[in-house]
């Protein structure tokens, strides 16, 4: 699924990158941001729930998750991520 996404997704190879935490100790979040489209990539490096607040430009409450490794993942305000969880968000830019 993660190669098909970086088919049809040229932000994902072509496009701005952005660390959101670099001083978090157990997430890994980043935007892509590219003609068209931004992605958003948040992963919960840790065995507990973490509840992050992430610095996003823009209005992400209309982002789509495109790929998740957990059912029913939350969007990405006032996001909680599960245990290993990981997930993928897109939004259309101007």
Request: aromatic share 6%.
């Amino acid at each position: 699924l993660l190669i098909d996404l970086r088919h049809a997704e040229p932000v994902l190879t072509d496009g701005d990158f952005a660390l959101l935490l670099p001083e978090h100790p157990t997430v890994w979040a980043f935007v892509r941001r590219g003609a068209g489209a931004a992605l958003l990539v948040a992963a919960n490096l840790s065995g507990d729930d973490v509840a992050v607040d992430l610095p996003l430009d823009g209005d992400w409450s209309t982002a789509e998750v495109v790929l998740a490794n957990l059912p029913e993942p939350g969007g990405p305000t006032g996001l909680v991520l599960r245990p290993w969880e990981s997930v993928v968000w897109r939004r259309a830019t101007g």
